[in-house]
């Protein structure tokens, strides 16, 4: 019952939030390395930065996304959290395979999503965009961290894995849409939200992400510990310097 009814909430706060300025493409560079914006999705989601970045839906234990209303276009939204009582709950992310233009090595690199999470769909951490792993590979990611629900941006360099982090102050699991920036800038990661800096942490000039994993939306994958997310996401996007 509570994940029927947080669906009927999600699409009357994705109509009603949709109305506002504020989306993480406004603040992407030009000539982003891969753009998904959600609308007319029929199978396979297309790249709209035109690189072939084609993302597939990969689920488990009846996981699974569906289009909700957003401004004039549509988002994603994704299962809601599990009832306590579920043992095993669904899981679905969405994948496009590894490829050399979304590694940025030791390059500038900026990420985004418009991101709309209610305040009791939080966990410990939800996964909103990523690729690579911080425990066997380098990273770079976005995520929305702990109860409180506040988005982090992560990097995790390839030769030394401990995790760069940087938390906004501020969160975003208030049932209205956000747009979540993470921008490496030299030896500076840095997190916005809704156009606003809200945190940032120093980063070694030699930080180097690399690796052949695969771009993740909406999880790590579709086995059971994937850090599902819990609301809906559209404007994903990805910039790495040339």
């Known amino acids: 019952m509570r994940s029927r009814w947080f669906g009927v909430l999600l699409v009357a706060a994705a109509t009603v939030a949709g109305a506002t300025p504020a989306t993480a493409l406004a603040d992407a560079p030009g000539g982003v390395t891969a753009r998904y914006t959600f609308d007319g999705r029929a199978g396979a989601i297309l790249d709209g930065s ?9 689920s488990g234990h009846g996981g699974a996304v569906r289009s909700v209303v957003h401004g004039q276009g549509a988002a994603l ?4 959290r599990c009832a306590a009582r579920v043992a095993i709950c669904p899981h679905v992310a969405l994948q496009a395979p590894s490829s050399a233009d979304l590694n940025p090595g030791t390059r500038d690199i900026s990420y985004g999503a418009d991101v709309l999470l209610a305040a009791g769909q939080t966990s410990k951490g939800q996964n909103i965009v ?13 995520q929305v961290d702990g109860a409180a629900g506040r988005p982090s941006c992560a990097l995790v360099d390839d ?33 916005t939200v809704d156009g606003v800096e809200r945190g940032s942490v120093v980063v ?15 999880g790590k994958g579709a086995y059971v510990d994937n850090d599902q997310f819990n609301g809906a ?10």
Request: charged share 15%; hydrophobic share 45%; net charge positive.
């Open 50 to 58: 035109g690189r072939g970045h084609t993302l597939l839906v990969v």
């Open 77 to 80: 939204a994704f299962p809601a």
């Open 204 to 218: 070694p000039a030699q930080l180097t992400v690399t690796n052949n994993l695969p771009l993740s939306i909406g």
């Open 159 to 191: 030769k030394k894995p401990a995790i760069r982090l940087v938390t906004s102050s501020v969160s975003v699991a208030d049932g209205r849409w956000h747009a979540i920036v993470c921008r490496r800038t030299g030896t500076t990661l840095a997190v």
């Open 233 to 242: 996401l559209d404007n994903v996007w990805v910039q790495i310097a040339g």
């Open 130 to 142: 990523q690729k690579g792993y911080s425990a066997t590979s380098s990273q770079w990611k976005l």
